[in-house]
């Protein structure tokens, strides 16, 4: 039972009365296809980060975009996994009572239940490391080609119909995303979801294909780094240069990324600590999902009665 190494920051029992036990996880996003992250539909989403040189222009991953994307994830597999759960993303139909909805939250909806959950997992918007002119594609549909004998249609053909931007493969977003009052199944449940959603952005089979590298789980009493933290130290690491790098390599930034965690961690004396063996507690994740999801099951339903009652 390696979850025991989650104890310093889980809770056995769920309990209405917040307390402070804290996971911290540390993932690194990293793209593997096209991907769109576009709030009016078109433009990337974009911030501006002072380095202590110099700024830059990142391309943000939204709070929305990522919960929302692990929510639809984490309500699939518990469907597959457990017989008798039915529960949708519809926000005023959500069961209320599954370890989805218990975990992630609800707003009261038209169950006969008159609660309404607060959410434990809390995300943060998440910056790329480089900027946006590296990795943002402006799209355009009907592009006029170098063929001469290419058909057009018109004036349309020639300017092209603008499509979202597009961020491209490599892309890479320093993410942590912290548990709070959570039992230790439902933070199995949180890594088993990280470790297989695979689509992130605007929807579509062919897009947003990105990968979760899990580079460390943390406990204690209190929230771990901000991602802007993380991202900026990330990058002092790396080199100041680093945002206008044509590619990254993945493993060396997994590292920094990694560093960066532990020196802040250290630097704001954070009671934030380090499970001993990571590829222990993902291990006995990916053997032992189902099970945990099953005594997770009983101990939200529990939980809610208690509220009700
Ligand atoms: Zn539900």
Not at 7 to 21: F, H, I, S, W
Not at 182 to 196: D, I, N, Q, Y
Not at 267 to 275: A, H, N, S, T
Not at 295 to 302: D, G
Request: hydrophobic share 30%.
């Amino acid at each position: 039972m390696s979850l025991e190494q989650l104890d310093n920051g889980t809770v056995e029992e769920l309990t209405n009365k917040p307390e402070n036990n804290y996971v911290s996880i540390l993932v690194l996003r990293e793209l593997e296809s096209n991907a769109v992250f576009t709030t009016n539909g078109q433009d990337a989403d974009l911030g501006t980060i002072g380095l202590n040189d110099d700024e830059y222009s990142p391309v943000l991953m939204f709070m929305r975009k990522q919960s929302g994307s692990d929510r639809r994830f984490a309500k699939s597999m518990q469907r597959e996994m457990l017989d008798d759960v039915e529960c949708t993303m519809d926000v005023n139909e959500m069961c209320q009572e599954c370890p989805e909805c218990v975990m992630y939250g609800s707003a009261a909806s038209s169950s006969d239940r008159n609660i309404s959950i607060t959410s434990r997992v809390m995300y943060d918007t998440a910056y790329t490391l480089r900027d946006a002119k590296k990795i943002v594609e402006e799209k355009f549909q009907n592009a006029p080609g170098d063929n001469y004998s290419q058909e057009t249609s018109g004036e349309e053909a020639m300017t092209g119909i603008r499509e979202p931007d597009f961020v491209q493969p490599g892309t890479m977003f320093p993410s942590v995303i912290t548990l709070k009052d959570a039992t230790p199944e439902e933070v199995a449940f949180f890594l088993s979801t990280t470790m297989k959603n695979k689509r992130y952005g605007a929807t579509s089979s062919r897009q947003g294909r990105t990968k979760n590298h899990i580079l460390g789980i943390y406990t204690g009493g209190e929230e771990g780094p901000s991602n802007l933290a993380v991202t900026k130290k990330t990058i002092e690491l790396l080199g100041e240069e680093t945002v206008e790098q044509d590619t990254l390599d993945s493993e060396t930034v997994q590292e920094r990324v990694k560093q960066a965690f532990d020196q802040l961690v250290e630097d704001d004396r954070l009671d934030c600590e380090e499970v001993d063996s990571l590829e222990e507690v993902l291990d006995d994740v990916r053997e032992n999902i189902e099970d945990y999801l099953e005594s997770q099951e009983e101990k939200s339903r529990e939980f809610v009665e208690s509220v009700e009652s």
